[in-house]
């Protein structure tokens, strides 16, 4: 058996871990698979690949597009084609589409007396060239003395239902599953317990992007209680799903740690990854 984390992040999205410590960290856990799904970039690849094969780890290219339907429904996307000419469009609109989306963030904002400069956004962003996330904004409103943290402004001004939250240039889910397929990838729903629908609409949205290609369901994930990750599970069965897992942690010492939880992908993901 192989553990795996299919869900982790670093600084070439909000993360606060460089690969590198991404990496150690999953040598640390005992890993033998590892994933990292920034949001809406595939930058880290190259990167990962070159430390995880000197620690000894496979890496399986991944992305984590930050979609929206109704409500946020994030999809990871695994191995999938950078140079895919469907992706190659796609990463550029989302890089422009990020920059529109925090100048809409900024806008509404500073009509209620908040103003952060797109150049202090900017300076939260360690890696040029990757799009801009709605985290650099918190946290360059924190340094500035809006908020006691970024996680406290993102849940006061910028979190859905917000007067900043914006959804310029967001992908749908249904966009998601699609490039991912037309890249040759395997798309996984994230993190499902923390979809803000109930029951029965959440299935509905289950069913109808298995539908048109949803290959796997995050259903052990390090949010979950013990009765949502069966319930998932349960999911997958009954849709003929893949069942992935991760963390989807972002930094080092904080309260979800690269390899927990304890995730062991069955023989159909296994197979399935093999093609990667």
Known sequence: MIRADM?????????????????????RAGLGLMCVTD???????AEVHALAAEAGIRAVDGIEFSAYAQVKVHILG?????????FVKYYKSAVEGSYARCEDTLKKLE??????????VLKERTVQGTPVHSMFICRAAARLGYAKSAGEFYLSYIAEGKFAHSRVGRLTPEEAVKLTADCGGISSLAHPGRI???????????????????GGIEAVYSGHTDGETAYYKEMARKYSLLVTG????????????VGSPVFYPDEALIDALKTF
């Not at 695994?78 to 469907?86: E, L, Q, S």
């Open 7 to 27: 869900h982790i992040h670093t600084y070439y999205s909000d993360g606060r871990q460089s690969p590198a410590e991404a990496v150690a960290a999953a040598k």
């Open 111 to 120: 009509c209620r007396g908040i103003r952060v400069p797109l150049d202090e």
């Open 39 to 45: 949001h809406d970039t595939m930058g880290a690849s």
């Open 246 to 257: 991760g963390s989807d942690t972002h930094y080092q010492g904080g309260s979800r740690s």
């Open 78 to 86: 695994y191995g999938i084609d950078k140079n895919c000419p469907a």
């Open 196 to 214: 803000a629908l109930d029951g029965a609409v959440k299935e509905e949205l289950i069913a109808g992007l298995r539908s048109i290609g949803l």
